[in-house]
Structure formats: C-alpha cells, structure tokens
C-alpha cells in the first residue's frame, strides 16, 4: 500500500489537520461588530461593578434598626424624607425614623442599609407605615457585587454572545480585541457542474446544479468565517489552478470534487504543483472516504468529496473544528449525546459511519435516534431533516434496535423544541 492509498481514522486525521493550526492575529473592532467573535485578550473591569449600592427592587431606603418589631398590628411609622427615581442622585441622608422612596436601580442614600418591599408597607408619601421587619438588611445590590475593579470580566478565548455583549458595555468596553476571522476560499470542481444561474438548463444537458458552493460557504460562515466563493472549475489542471491563483489571500482552502480516484480528478496534482503538502488522502469513513488534506505556504487546503452529504459532513467533523481553531476559540468540535437507535442498522463496510438521524429526547435521559431514510451520500434531504450524525465504529457492522450509540448534535436544530419550558 502507498502513502496515497493509507486510510486515516478520525483521529489520526483530526490530529494532521489541528497540528500547527493557531489562532489568528489579534484586531481591534467596535463592540457593535464584536458578536461571535473571539476575544484575543482578557477584558477587565475599570471600575466597581455595580459602582454604588443599589436597590434591587422598588420600596423604601431605610436603617434596620427602625424596623425593630414591626408587624401589621404594630406598624413602624417613618418619615419619608426624598423620592429616589433610577438615574437620579439621593440628596438626603437617612437618618433616625426616616425613610426614603427608591426604585430598583437607585443608588441607595448613606444611612441606609436596607430596601423594604412596596406590599410591607401602606406606601405612605410623606410618612410610611412598616408592617413588617422580614427585609431588614436585604434588598441592597452592594457595590462590586458583580465585578470588582481590576477583575477579569471575560477571558481571552470567550465567544462574545449575547450575555459577553452586555458585560463588555458595562464595563465601559467600546473596542474590544479579538482574533481575526478565518479567510476561507471555497472551490467546485467538475464538469458535471452548472451554477446556480443556468439551472434551467441542467435537466437538458444531464448535469448537475452546484450544490456544494453554497453549503460549504454558509457552513464555513456559521463557524465564523469570511468566505470568498471562487466559483466553479472545469475538470481540467489549468482551469483550477486559475481558479486558485486568482483567489484573495486566504487562510483556508476548501475545494469539492476533484479528489477521489477518477482521471479527472486534478486537484491534487494542481496543488502538489503549487507546492503543496499533502498529508491525507483517504479515511476509513463513510461518507467522505476521499478527503484531501495538505498546507500550503500560506494556508490550509482541505479538500471535500463532491458528493453533497459526504461534503457537509466531512466539514462538520474536520473543517469546523479547524475554523474554529484558527478564530480563537477552545471549545472546538460539536458535541456529543448518547442515542438509543430505533430499528437495527447494518453497515456494508468495516468503516466509521456517520448516519443522518433525527433524535428526540427521553424520559431516561437518553435521546431516541431515527435515521432520516436511505443514507445514499447524494442525497441532501437527508441532512435537512438531521439534527445529529449517528456514529457507528467501524468495529460495529451490525447494531440492533435499541442499541446506545454516540451522536453529534448538528447546531441548534438539536437543542430547539415545540414545547415551552412551561
């Protein structure tokens, strides 16, 4: 057997393909363009968080002290002394038997230590009755409770979400350092192929609209990429090398097609012309057995079968986890669940498979697996009903129903469901 011809595992490619790969030089950007993105540095509060002390809820600023005893049947009276609205400063500090008006998010006057609850009292404006003690010393948010100054309030590696934005504005964080996004070119190759725009005449000349262009770009853009689609190239050395030549400089280049053993198949050649070092050529995998793989001076080259299916999930299992490499973040690949199959499953070779299924969640914890249908890697409705790959060991060729197997969840689709929390 030759280099060329030895099938790699998953592992043993997922490792040929980390090796190396770091995260991108670090940019500055404004929070607005911050989303998604992976902070490159760790961010730190300037100040208190909150600043002062405040009020988590609306009622009245009062001394503990004052509120000795008091019960519906023998309230406490004090004299309100100020209205505190959110925003606004106390000018008052509040002393024996007094009280203030707050609402939630006031700085509390000096003198207070507590914020009694709206439906303890009779909500009196010039003099408030107390009728009970439960909220003594309670109700104040203290000063730095969520972040003291100099604190870490997000690592260096954090995707910022939704949660990250608001921290960052609250910390007063109008750039934020983060790594660049992955440039990645996207190429089709084949003869078989027309662009989306000629595909009135595809029936016509039996060929094929180009499917891959479009998911792998938009694959490659949920990862957090930038993307540059190249288009589509003949199956001929000198058209795909144009293609590539011609490309902006790009950290990543994913080809489709061109890669399996056919004598059309030119892109290795075209690369290994280019300079290239190729280090995978096949996986004990199905789909997507004729992965290519290989640097080049400048960046990465991964090379996808072009069959639709084989090309998504190869993406999923090698080119995600590099993209997010390079972006900057830790947590690399999809995750993981234990499925229980609902009907056996025999596999026809001794290779990893990776079946489309939709799962359902159980009672016992345990998701129930549903393959999607025939498992043909041409067939591309296959992945819009999955919301997991069921992952058969290449040990297994026979499961039964009922059998517990790994799946990997496929985005949120997997996390979402028509039934509300409550």
């Given at each position: ?33 911050a ?7 760790a ?15 609306d ?14 049947g023998?309230?406490r009276?004090?004299?309100?002394v ?13 002393g ?26 009779d ?30 309030a ?48 595809a ?24 993307v ?43 690369l ?17 057995a ?33 993209l ?6 830790h ?19 001794p ?33 819009v009903h999955?919301?997991?790959l ?30 509300p929390?409550?």
């Amino acid at each position: 057997m030759t280099a060329d011809d030895a099938r790699l595992s998953v592992a043993e490619a997922t490792a040929l393909i980390l090796t190396g790969a770091e995260p991108l030089a670090p940019e500055v950007v404004p929070l607005g363009a911050a989303q998604h993105r992976v902070l490159a540095a760790a961010v730190r509060a300037p100040r208190d968080l909150p600043p002062w002390r405040n009020a988590s809820m609306d009622g009245y600023a009062v001394r503990a002290a004052d509120l000795r005893a008091a019960t519906p049947g023998s309230p406490r009276a004090l004299r309100v002394v100020e209205s505190i609205a959110a925003g606004a400063l106390p000018t008052r500090t509040i002393g024996d038997g007094e009280a203030a008006r707050i609402m939630t998010g006031a700085p509390l006057p000096d003198g207070a230590d507590s914020v009694i609850r709206i439906e303890d009292t009779d909500r009196g404006t010039d003099v408030v009755q107390v009728r009970d003690a439960r909220d003594a010393g309670m109700n104040v948010r203290p000063r730095g409770e969520d972040l003291a100054e100099g604190a870490v309030a997000l690592d260096a590696g954090h995707e910022i979400d939704a949660a990250a934005l608001g921290v960052l504005a609250a910390v007063g964080a109008q750039l934020v350092t983060v790594h660049r996004r992955p440039r990645v070119a996207v190429l089709s190759a084949g003869d078989e192929l027309v662009p989306l725009a000629d595909s009135h005449s595809a029936v016509a000349t039996q060929r094929i609209v180009d499917v891959n262009s479009h998911t792998i770009a938009a694959l490659a853009r949920d990862a957090g990429a930038e993307v540059h689609v190249l288009g589509l190239a003949a199956d001929d050395p000198h058209a795909i090398r144009t293609a590539i030549e011609g490309a902006a400089p790009y950290d990543v280049l994913i080809t489709s097609g061109g890669v399996s053993v056919g004598d059309h198949d030119h892109t290795r050649a075209v690369l290994r012309e280019l300079g290239a070092d190729i280090l995978i050529h096949r996986l004990r995998i199905r789909p997507g057995a004729p992965l290519g793989f290989g640097l080049l001076d400048h960046a990465r080259w991964v090379g996808l079968p072009g069959n639709p299916v084989s090309a998504m999930v190869t993406f999923e299992l090698f080119v995600r986890p590099l993209l997010r490499r390079l972006a900057g973040h830790h947590a690399l690949f999809r995750g993981t669940v234990p499925a229980r199959t609902t009907a056996s499953i025999r596999t026809a070779a001794p290779l990893t498979h990776f079946l489309r299924a939709e799962l359902t969640p159980c009672n016992d914890g345990i998701w129930e697996a549903a393959l999607t249908g025939p498992q043909g890697s041409g067939l591309i409705t296959s992945m819009v009903h999955a919301n997991a790959l069921l992952i058969v060991p290449e040990s297994q060729r026979e499961v039964e129903a009922g059998t517990v197997l790994r799946a990997m969840l496929l985005g949120e689709r997997a996390l979402h469901s028509s039934t509300p929390v409550a």
